[in-house]
């Protein structure tokens, strides 16, 4: 039995692994509200509308939840993602108080994709609900939902990543002074965030303080306007790709059918898309019935990406491979890094390595040394220097890449992968590879 790191702060119960499968311990304290969320009906009707994971009682001290294909963090989500991991929190805690219940916790990290749609997954977070007694995860609420989602709407986008520097959520008061002026005049900001930050902390608790129900309900229901009209739209990035990269239409469409040719050998059931720009090529591997993880550093793509999802598996992350996601939290291990987490049977890597060669000075020997963590085959694209995009990568910078050429982006890779199968993509000088671990 292997416990799960993430799990220690929360004294209902804690995660484990046994075999290959998830377990969650229930504490002695828990078990009678844990039977009260079953037996009042709330759990059927949050797993039957598909809000809450299912899970499986094994026996009175534990519970086998579904497993979760990746998890991922709220800032490698896209803003529209956010949101609606925001916008399910609150719909689990309206419902929830109609079976007098209430959610103690509302952590980002609570939820998680599943087929495309966000998904609660902490059966511990409910407890009884005393009629009076405020809510008291509206605090995390406004910390890890409201605030970044206000910094990407009023002010940038890049913003959700201070989510990384503190597990706990962003600061209140420092999120007011950054956010602007004009932000102040959006009512569900002033109230939750400005007011409710005093100073960069929240404001304390009184026990003296009361609220009905009816006004708990009423504040649940002003969160989900001001998130609802909450909005960013990109006005840069890769968004345009296929607009502005030199491929023919023939040549897409032979890149296309030969990663799907490729694919079918590899018999693949979870593939990592890294720079998965729009996700073009994430769906021929959904086409195909399988799980994939679509990487990009740009969050206009991923927002695209994301919204264009029709119920595939296909779960879009915002991270800069170049600069991933760390393991942060308690001795770095609360929250897992995104290189130890990226376990797949096939990486596609299409159209990437010259950016990470020579737009980020990696070598292609550390670049096949990282893949080959994560992977057992490796579909790549290598992109010549003669290729346009190429070119505009060196345009304004000297050349300082002589091992850049296919000879040595062969010999760099055959050292961790051995060769299947390589093509030229038609009208274009780029060749599609099809590699195997060594």
Not at 23 to 46: E, F, T
Not at 182 to 196: D, S, V
Not at 428 to 434: A, D, F, H, N, V
Request: hydrophobic share 40%; aromatic share 10%; glycine share 6%.
């Amino acid at each position: 039995m292997e416990r799960v790191s993430s799990s220690f702060r929360d004294s209902s119960g804690y995660v484990f692994e046994l075999e290959g499968t998830i377990y969650r311990s229930i504490s002695n304290g828990y078990k009678p509200i844990l039977a009260q969320l079953v037996d009042s009906g709330l759990c059927k009707r949050l797993v039957d509308e598909k809000l809450l994971l299912p899970f499986e009682q094994v026996d009175e001290n534990t519970i086998r939840p579904m497993r979760v294909p990746f998890i991922s963090y709220s800032y490698e989500w896209s803003f529209s993602m956010l949101k609606d991991a925001a916008l399910l929190t609150l719909e689990v805690q309206r419902l929830a108080l109609g079976y007098d219940m209430i959610l103690k916790d509302a952590s980002a990290y609570n939820v998680q994709f599943v087929n495309g749609k966000p998904i609660l997954i902490d059966h511990l977070s409910f407890y009884p609900y005393v009629e009076g007694e405020p809510w008291v995860a509206y605090g995390q609420f406004c910390k890890h939902f409201l605030a970044p989602l206000a910094l990407a709407s009023y002010k940038d986008m890049s913003l959700v990543k201070l989510l990384q520097a503190d597990v706990d959520g962003l600061k209140l008061g420092v999120v007011s002074r950054l956010l602007p002026f004009k932000a102040r005049f959006n009512f569900g900001i002033l109230t939750h965030i400005t007011l409710h930050g005093v100073d960069g902390k929240a404001v304390p608790t009184r026990p003296w303080f009361k609220i009905s129900r009816l006004k708990l309900l009423a504040l649940v229901e002003n969160l989900r306007s001001t998130v609802k009209r909450l909005d960013w739209k990109p006005l840069y990035g890769w968004k345009d790709y296929e607009r502005e990269c030199n491929y023919s239409h023939r040549a897409t469409s032979s890149k296309a059918y030969l990663v799907e040719e490729f694919l079918r050998k590899t018999n693949s059931k979870v593939v990592a898309d890294l720079g998965a720009n729009v996700g073009l090529y994430s769906q021929v591997a959904t086409d195909l019935g399988m799980q994939v993880i679509a990487i990009d550093s740009d969050p206009a793509c991923v927002e695209l990406c994301y919204q264009s999802n029709n119920g595939d598996d296909c779960l879009p992350l915002v991270i800069d491979l170049a600069n991933p996601s760390p393991a942060i939290g308690w001795e770095n291990s609360e929250r897992s890094s995104f290189t130890g987490r990226l376990k797949v049977d096939t990486i596609l890597a299409l159209a990437l390595v010259h950016h990470l060669a020579i737009g980020n000075n990696l070598p292609l020997e550390r670049v096949a040394g990282w893949l080959i963590n994560s992977c057992c085959h490796l579909i790549i694209e290598f992109v010549p220097k003669e290729d346009e995009q190429v070119q505009r990568l060196l345009r304004h910078r000297e050349d300082i890449f002589p091992n850049y050429t296919q000879k040595g982006f062969e010999e760099a890779f055959s050292q961790y992968f051995r060769l299947i199968d390589c093509k030229k993509i038609e009208e274009s000088e780029r060749t599609l590879y099809l590699m195997e671990a060594r």
